[in-house]
């Protein structure tokens, strides 16, 4: 694995797991929706306002998985602190097990831009707050960027029910207090990752890069993907089937040959509106399917920033996350033969 190859392995991990905590750790709403605050919060009862109450004081909202290179266990753990009724300042802490430890570590700032309301902003996971619609189920992480994460929650109580989380060794059900969410994006969210310009910017066939999104069924080629070249099948229309190819690189000679072998794969691209007026539309890859169609090649996205073409990543409306409170997490870890945390 080479390393650009790393690097979007890990952006989709980030984006895809982190989102499961308490926020999603990169992104932003398609029109950077502010999550604007109601006065009268959601009732304790209501998922939101059980998801609230499950991130103060010494609770908090997150997922875990273990073992890694470096720990035995990492939990990604948000917590809530309020600053109106219905507004909650969002601190994430990663929880690392080392033995019989627990130690706080901290989150790697992030990179690229999310699209926020006046186009394509720097990231930011800092001064995060998390805004309580006031009817139980809908809420919002905004960003200071202006970009917004927009959900609508679901909750199930866990007790009694089997662990079904993976790596767990010791037969069980949880008890009293055990609780799951179902976070739902209620709006889609981009972030698009540019790279060194304009080694790892989207070329044209002719290996020249581009300043504009390709238009439909035209053949271009991604140099950090690790590189690939998209030719296009048939007549366009709003979307175009493409073949994958692998190539060494996206010059011009490389990007011929590329198209002299078997594809790897075909997807689907399509001309998607955001619904932003900075950033109207992005390209969006869906449908990937073949011998070796690469994991990070559904729901990647292609996007213009700084007079450049640049690869990116999307999450639709009705794409779930889950998260688990203190008591359900502890739980599984007592079963994995690891310490709860304190």
């Known amino acids: 694995m080479n390393v650009t190859q790393i690097k979007k392995s ?5 984006f895809g797991v982190l989102a499961g905590a308490l926020i999603v750790g990169c992104g932003g709403g398609a029109g950077g929706g502010t ?5 009268t919060p959601s ?6 306002g059980s998801y609230i109450a499950d991130g103060q004081g010494t609770s908090f909202d997150g997922w875990w998985l273990g073992p890694t290179s470096a720990q035995s266990a990492v939990v990604a753990t948000g917590t809530l602190a309020a600053t109106t009724p219905t507004v909650f300042a969002i601190t994430d802490t990663p929880k690392l097990l080392s033995g019989s430890t627990w130690s706080n570590g901290t989150l790697a700032p992030p990179s690229g831009y999310d699209l926020a309301p006046a186009g394509w902003t720097l990231s930011t996971n800092t001064g995060m707050t998390f805004v309580d619609s006031g009817n139980g189920i809908n809420a919002a992480v905004n960003k200071t960027n202006g970009a917004s994460y927009q959900y609508s929650f679901a909750k199930t109580n866990l007790a009694g029910a089997t662990f079904a989380s993976t790596g767990i060794t010791t037969l069980g059900s949880y008890t009293t207090g055990a609780s799951e ?12 990752s540019p790279g060194t310009v304009p080694a790892n910017a989207i070329t044209g066939a002719s290996g020249i890069a581009l300043s504009v999104l390709p238009a439909l069924g035209v053949t271009f080629c991604d140099p950090t993907a690790p590189a690939v070249v998209y030719q296009g099948m048939g007549l366009p229309t709003p979307s175009a089937n493409y073949n994958v190819y692998n190539t060494t690189s996206c010059s011009s000679g490389n990007i011929t040959t590329a198209l002299g072998t078997a ?10 509106s955001t619904g932003n007026t900075a950033v109207p539309n992005v390209l969006r890859l869906s449908n990937a ?12 996205i292609y996007g213009v920033q700084a007079g450049y073409v640049w690869w990116g990543v999307t999450y639709p409306i009705g794409t779930s996350f889950v998260s688990k409170n203190k008591i359900a997490i502890n739980q599984e870890l007592v079963a994995s033969g690891l310490p709860a945390i304190p």
Request: charged share 0%; aromatic share 10%.
């Open 263 to 272: 594809p790897i794969a075909t997807v689907l691209i399509s001309l998607v």
């Open 289 to 300: 399917i073949g011998s070796a169609p690469p994991a990070w090649m559904n729901n990647s």
């Open 43 to 48: 009732a304790s009862t209501t998922p939101v």
């Open 181 to 192: 969410y179902i976070m739902t994006l209620t709006a889609p969210y981009y972030h698009l």
């Open 35 to 39: 999550g604007v605050a109601v006065t």
């Open 10 to 14: 890990a952006e989709m991990l980030f």
